[in-house]
Nanobody, 117 residues
């Protein structure tokens, strides 16, 4: 079972980054995937989630600036982040969760996003 994240790094305020997360070793169908983030000294918060059927939810911080997408053929989700702000600086984690049998929930290792001039 593995979630491999990539795409983090340094961006300037107003810039863009795209994160990707690829799942392997589990049943991907009917699983919800999403992005969460945790800034220093703060609780982990939901950024965006997407079901296998394409239903999407965004957290308040992402609405209007971030776009989550998914390709079930390659077990991958992406998070396109535009107009990044300093407060977007955090470790971004990918999560996959399946509520149907076989049930499971896994987190990726996290990828650092730093927004700074």
């Amino acid at each position: 079972v593995q979630l491999v994240e990539s795409g983090g790094g340094l961006a300037q305020p107003g810039g863009s980054l795209t994160l990707s997360c690829t799942a392997s070793g589990m049943v991907f169908a009917a699983a919800t995937m999403g992005w969460y983030r945790q800034a220093p000294g703060k609780q982990r918060e939901m950024v965006a989630t997407i079901t296998s059927g394409g239903n999407i939810r965004y957290g308040d911080s992402a609405e209007g600036r971030f776009t989550i997408s998914r390709d079930n053929r390659v077990n991958t989700i992406w998070l396109q982040m535009n107009n990044l702000q300093r407060e977007d600086t955090a470790v971004y984690y990918c999560k996959i969760k399946r509520a149907m049998t076989p049930t499971y929930s896994y987190w990726g290792q996290g990828t650092q996003v730093t927004v700074s001039s």
